[in-house]
């Protein structure tokens, strides 16, 4: 048996989102399952939609998650160049080798022809077809002008690895394009090329591609050369289940993700197991075990739901399996500017208090810019409480000033905080969430904040004093 050899061949047109990575990451993992090799190929053809920078992203998103490359643009190997712009002359090779063949003939209409020729069609009522349009006499080739496939209409049935038996009728295959007058292929030629020329054993690609499908068969008999195995992979769905994700759905660039403080490992998982299982209950997988239990008959046919929920959760687990020293260099270019006035002990300490509640490491200033900082005064946050909206201000005043007293006592150990705490809801005969919520927005003004007692023997004695007492003054 050959070797096994995927790709992963992106165009350079935009940045890549959830859909393309997963396409990547399933090529990569049957390749590392089988002890093959995984290609990065990019597919730069389209000069008029490429945009500046985009092969670059592509490039850092795929490092991000964790996914690396045996051969690609900046790893050479025998098989090369792996940009399709530097591989036009072969592809003009392949292109008079179908002119030869009777295969393949120059496009002989203009745009304008072209159209009329549509909209006879359609006032027909019937589909367009360029084969029923191909000249009598076919010209020679310049090298230079439109070249079109010369298709041979037929029925075909072909086994996916994902979706099964598939079968389509000789209506679906026409004559199209496969080279333009700016020298530069098209995707439905170059590719199956490029695929036979890098030995690639298993192409990996998005369902949008299905309905193409045919026309690629055509072109593998055409060439005479042996099809790789077809593994299609259904769409992403939005939240809804009800169609492929988009932006609107919250779809984002990779990196994103990244920047937002998102593990390489939720990643990872989260799109490994976005439309596949290995038929246990197991939720979070390593690397190495997605490897050894990845298998393609076990991805699903119908389309995955992104679910954001089950990301937060992923990353959540990632975050609080991570120790809280490692967790800190991590997450080094996340905190508030303001935290660069405290020791590493100190943030140490925050970073526990705030670590079990983290979903991704952005998060930080807002969950913790309090400890670093004495944040505005804002009585709002008292009038909208739902406990202590219903009290009187006066009444508000009288449990802080009996707090502050009680709160003097105490050395600010937790376990004797929790003590005052107690006793102070004895004391003042108040329920939790009126008193601990009254003593939480005084000492902080954030919206949240964790465990009451641990915040404040973090903050300390003299600065949670001096905070109740502006705060005593403003109200």
């Known amino acids: 048996m050959k ?57 850092e998103s795929l490092k991000y998650i964790g996914i690396e490359w045996d051969e690609g643009p900046d790893i050479n190997g025998k098989y090369g160049p792996y940009k399709q712009s530097e591989r036009l002359s072969t592809y003009k090779d392949w ?17 304008e022809e072209l159209d009329e020729l549509r909209n006879q069609a359609k006032a027909a009522k019937k589909p367009f077809l360029f ?54 292929p098209t995707y439905n030629f170059a590719h199956i090329i490029d695929d036979e020329l890098m030995q690639i054993t298993h192409v990996i690609r998005s369902q949008e591609f299905i309905s193409s499908t045919p026309k690629f068969l055509n072109m593998y008999e055409a060439l005479e050369i042996e099809r790789p195995k ?46 596949w299982n290995d038929g246990t209950t197991q939720e979070v997988f390593s690397k190495e075990e ?11 046919k119908s389309g995955a739901k992104f679910d954001e929920q089950r990301l937060l ?4 687990h990632y975050i609080r399996e991570t120790g809280t020293s490692e967790l800190l260099e991590k997450t080094k270019d996340f905190w508030p500017k303001e935290a660069e006035n405290f020791d590493e002990e100190y943030k140490l300490k925050v970073l526990g208090l705030i670590k079990e509640r983290l979903k991704f490491y952005s998060e930080i200033p807002d969950l913790t810019k309090f400890f670093f ?42 376990s004797d905080l929790t003590d005052k705490l107690n006793l102070l809801l004895h004391e003042t005969d108040k329920k939790p969430g009126e008193l601990f919520s009254l003593i939480r927005i005084v000492t902080t003004w954030a919206q949240s904040s964790p465990a009451l007692a641990e915040s404040l023997s973090v ?4 600065e949670v004093i001096k905070r109740f007492e502006v705060a005593l003054k403003a109200i």
């Open 3 to 59: 070797p096994v050899r995927t790709r992963f061949a992106p165009s350079p047109t935009g940045f890549l989102h959830v859909g393309g990575v997963r396409t990547a990451l399933f090529a990569w993992l049957i390749a590392r399952q089988a002890s093959g090799q995984f290609i990065l190929r990019i597919e730069d053809t389209d000069k008029v939609r490429e945009v500046d920078g985009s092969e670059k992203h592509i490039m």
């Open 459 to 462: 903050l300390g004695k003299a």
């Open 290 to 300: 997605l490897i050894s239990k990845f298998d393609i008959k076990r991805v699903n």
């Open 373 to 414: 900082i004495e944040l505005p005064v804002d009585l709002s946050l008292i009038a909208t409480n739902k406990f202590l909206g219903k009290l009187e201000m006066t009444e508000i005043k009288s449990l802080v000033k009996t707090s502050l007293e009680k709160l003097k006592d105490s050395d600010f150990s937790v």
């Open 313 to 316: 959760w992923l990353n959540g």
């Open 230 to 275: 077809l593994v299609t992979l259904p769409f992403v769905l939005g939240p809804d289940g009800k169609k492929k994700l988009s932006k609107r759905d919250g779809a984002k660039d990779i990196l994103e993700y990244k920047d937002e403080g998102y593990l390489p490992e939720t990643l990872l998982n989260f799109l490994a197991t976005l439309g």
């Open 131 to 184: 084969r029923e349009h191909r000249p009598k006499t076919m010209a020679a080739w310049d090298g230079k002008t439109t070249l079109r496939f010369k298709s041979d209409p037929k029925s075909y049935e072909w086994t996916d690895e994902v979706m099964g038996k598939l079968s389509t009728g000789p209506e679906v295959v026409d004559d199209y394009i496969i080279m333009k007058s700016d020298g530069y």
């Open 95 to 111: 292109a008079q080798k179908l002119v030869d063949a009777g295969r393949a003939y120059p496009d002989p209409y203009s745009p």
